[in-house]
Structure formats: C-alpha cells, structure tokens
C-alpha cells in the first residue's frame, strides 16, 4: 500500500494530530522537573561545571513535553551561527523517562513557511529543509500512526503531537532523537539537531555507576560557511574544512574532575557522517553499555569506536592531576583523510577520592542471545556506491542498496512477525556504511565472515569497506517482535541516506 503526504496530512488533520502553529512568537514552557541524583554537570569541591544540555526529568505512566524547532544565533568555536535548532539550542534537551512509560511530544515546527528547494519527482534529492520529523532512535516502539513514523511530515508553522508507549521491560540505557524527513534529515542534522533520550535502568542503581556524576556527551557537527550558516545540502559534497565537531553544543569543552574520581559519560555519536574513534590520553575507558544495552560485563578499553549514530556508557577513572585531551583519531576510510582532532579536555585535579568500578553489571533480561535454532530465515542485502546512468545530482555519487534508489511506495523486505532471522549484509564500496534498522536491535554476530567471540547488541554497525578487492560484510540476527507495520533501514550516513541508500520494510 502506498501513501502520499497529502493523504498522511489529511488523515492527521481529521484526528487533530497535526495541527497549524498559531501565535508562534508566544512562549510555550515545557513540560519538565529539576534533575536529582547525579544527573547534572555540577561536582562537588568547587569544580566547574561541564556543559549539560537541558535536562527534562519526566514522570512515569503518562509524561509530556514540548519541542519547538527555530532558526537560532549561537556562539560556538568563536563563531556565530545562525541555525535550524532544538528550542533555539546547539543541542536539543535531554529527555529522561522510565521503561513503561507512554511518552508525548508535542513537536512545534516553527521554521518559516518557504521551503528551499521543492520536492521534485525524484525524493532522493534534497529537499524542503524547513519540512521535519521526529525518530525515537533505538527505541522498541510502534512505528506506526503517530508513534516512531519517520513516513510523517510536519510543515512549517504546524505542530504534531508523538506519542511513545514505551514496553515496561524494554532495555533502560542511552539513545537518542533526531530528524528522519528523508530529503531534509542531513541539512537539519549538520545543524545539530539532536539530543539524548534516556530510558532509567537497573545499570544506573550498581552502587558504584551511582555514586558517579552521570554526563550526557552528545558529539554533533556544524557544517558551516563563511557566513556562519549552514549552506545548502546538494549533494555528499560538504568539505572537512567547514565542519565544527560540538560536545553538547560547545567547543572542546572541559570536564573537570578530582584525583580518583569515576565519572560515567553517556557518549552519543550524534553527527551525520563523521566515525569517532575517541582515546582520552592517559586514561582507558571502562564500557558499560553499547547502543543503550548494558554489557555482560564491564569491559577496558583504549579506544572506543563509535559509528554515527552508536552510543557508549563508559566509566573514566581519573588518574594523576594534569590536562588530558579527548581525541577523535584519524580516520583514512575510503580516502576520506579526516584528521585526528581534540574534541574535549579532562582536567584532572588533585585530590583524596578512591571511587571503585563495578564488579558485575545487570544483564538485561529481555534480550537473550540468538541461538541457530531460532533462525527462521535468511537474507542477504547489499550496499553500493556507483555512478549510475541517470544519478539524482549530476556528478554526485549513488548511493543504493540491493542496486535500488529508495521508492516511498515500494516495500523492499517483508516480514513476519515473530520471526527470527539472520542477515547479511555486504558492502561493495571503499567507505564504510553505518548499517541502521529502526524498531528492533539486532545482534551483530560475525564480521567480515569471521564469528564475534562474544556477539553484541546493537542498532546501528559500520559494515566495513572494500578492501583488496575483497567486501566487507556483517552478519546480524533480529528477533521481530510485537510491532507490525511499515519502517525502514537504511545508511546512517545521513547524507548517503538523503541521497536514496534506504529501504521500506514492512512487518506483517
């Protein structure tokens, strides 16, 4: 079946769901309480504070609030810019909630009434910028109606009211939300319009992931030119030399900490195409958890490797006193020669605190290991890039995957519900693709061919590239469960995924 967004308007209006914004230069206070616990910026013993975006702890059962998209002037890196934002922000705020809770967002779209760039007959262009949605990232929620539905489309000066009725067993942990509206997601993204979603768990009552400050590190980029806005997307164009790598919508900002100290740091790969390698000079990162699902057990690591759109829960013992830069290591993948960068700093100051690791972690219930009998079938997918006869943007690359250009009224996978299958996925290009799949994480089982000695959890993976002449390859296996309907999968590359590499899948 197919849908035009003329009929998803008409049938939102019918509802009420979608609705003209009127009197939009009035204030709308949202719905929010004051942090408790250690969810804040702020340590003792006279530290600075580090950055935190605004932080909206709201109640269990039924919880609202409001999110209002505008243009913006900030200050960052010693640069105005003049942005698409969350509530005026660099960021968007964080939004904190418990498993079972049903989540409304009354998402406001206040970008002015014209669109840049009119969608044409192809959608893998991109197009009408001021056009916006919502995507739940990593949540296990209906994609459905006016739930995690990136087929929605919210013009300017109207709102639309989510709502997210979040499974009381559903995994606690980091995720995030962000713009889906294929045609505009890259343009608003490299804007930096994200922010942190955070769903409580049994993780954060371990005594000593308690007793640390908990810190959302939501990495994002700006795409910026000389006049501090951000040009028009036309293409996988945008040069390195423009872009700004923010930490919670700042530069290079510094947490402070004391001798001993643990810190948790919720790290948040929010940008549109930049793979983040991060090593924290003298320090090793202790990882709780990967794409919001706590792992079997803590695990010490030098560098942490980040897919865009990937998160990591890791714990920092702070060691000698002295300044320590966090660094985003060179990446030569598919010739991109993006440099190593300084993307923040810890600032170790002496003191007495002797803060421990935890010894063990809860496993999350909810989400047992695949076992081969499970499987009920198997597919295989492949992502490309290639010059095609006709490419959307004369002398932009395409993008594809199974050698097809996404078509809004074409289903490209169907599946059944309950089942249980195991894909893989190949990659034919020389740059690595962010594999996504929205509504149900997957475990990623083998690489390149080669078994995982312990599979992980995870909604996004990089599918490595093409090496020698050799693809690269992952394996996942995906539990389908309790939610029918049609949504997607895609590169997160949000370029590549303007440009066309998504596919619809519907659940049946």
């Known amino acids: 079946m197919s849908y035009k967004r003329r009929d998803i308007l008409q049938a939102l209006a019918a509802t009420g769901a979608l609705t003209l914004v009127t009197g939009c230069g009035s204030d709308s206070s949202p719905n929010f309480s004051p942090a408790g616990g250690n969810f804040n910026g702020s340590p003792s013993g006279g530290l600075s504070p580090f950055p935190q975006p605004e932080l909206r702890q709201l109640p269990g059962g039924r919880a609202s609030t409001d999110l209002i998209t505008t243009f913006a002037t900030n200050q960052v890196a ?40 009119p969608k044409t007959a192809n ?23 006016n739930s995690d539905n990136i087929f929605l489309e919210i013009p300017p000066q109207s709102q639309f009211s989510y709502s ?16 889906h509206k294929h ?28 007793a640390a400050r908990d810190l959302v590190y939501l990495v994002s980029e700006l795409n910026v030119n000389s006049s501090g806005q951000v040009p028009n997307f036309t293409g996988d164009v945008f040069p ?24 948790r740091l919720r790290l948040l790969n929010a940008t549109v195409r930049t793979h983040l390698g991060l090593q924290l000079e ?66 170790v100051l002496p003191g007495t605190l002797q803060m421990a690791l935890p010894s063990a972690l809860p496993a999350p219930s909810s989400l047992p290991t695949i076992s081969d009998a499970e499987i009920t079938r198997r597919r295989n997918l492949t992502f490309e890039r290639f010059t095609g006869p006709n490419p959307p943007l004369p002398g932009v690359d395409v993008f594809t995957i199974d050698q097809k250009l996404h078509d809004p009224n074409r289903v490209d996978q169907t ?16 740059q690595m693709h962010p594999f996504h799949i929205h509504t149900n994480p997957f475990q990623l089982v083998a690489r390149d061919g080669m078994a995982l000695a312990q599979p992980e ?44 590499m998504m596919q619809t899948i519907e659940i049946v």
């Open 78 to 117: 010693n640069r105005s810019v003049t942005t698409r934002t969350y509530e005026g922000k660099l960021v968007g705020p964080t939004l904190r909630v418990s498993p079972g809770t049903t989540l409304q967002v009354n998402l406001q779209n206040r970008f002015p009434a014209t669109n840049e760039f």
């Open 123 to 145: 959608p893998n262009t991109p197009h009408e910028f001021n056009t916006t949605n919502l995507h739940t990232h990593g949540l296990h929620v209906s994609p459905t109606g």
């Open 164 to 179: 997210f009725a979040i499974p009381a067993n559903h995994p606690g942990g980091t995720f995030f939300y962000h713009p």
């Open 183 to 210: 045609g505009s997601a890259a343009m608003q993204m490299f804007s930096g319009m994200a922010g942190a979603l955070i769903l409580e768990s049994e993780l954060d009552r371990v005594p000593e992931v308690a």
């Open 240 to 263: 390195l030399s423009n872009r700004i790598l923010m930490v919670n919508g700042t530069s290079r900002p510094t947490l402070s900490v004391q001798s001993g100290e643990v810190v």
């Open 282 to 347: 003298g320090h090793t990162f202790g990882v709780l958890a990967l794409d919001g699902i706590t792992l079997p057990a803590l695990r010490n690591e030098s560098e942490v490797s980040l897919a865009v759109a990937n998160r990591a829960d890791v714990l920092i013992r702070a060691q000698a006193p002295g300044r320590y830069a966090l660094k985003k290591m060179q990446d030569d993948e598919g010739g991109m020669n993006d440099p190593e960068e300084i993307i923040g700093y810890l600032e």
């Open 415 to 430: 599946i059944t519900l309950n089942s249980v299958e195991e894909w893989t996925i190949t990659n034919f290009s020389d």
């Open 457 to 500: 959890w995870h909604d996004v993976s990089d599918i490595p590239p093409l090496m020698n002449g050799m693809p690269g390859s992952i394996t996942i296996r995906i539990r389908f469960r309790d939610f029918t309907g049609r949504t997607v999968l895609h590169c997160h590359n949000v370029m590549h995924e303007d440009l066309g």
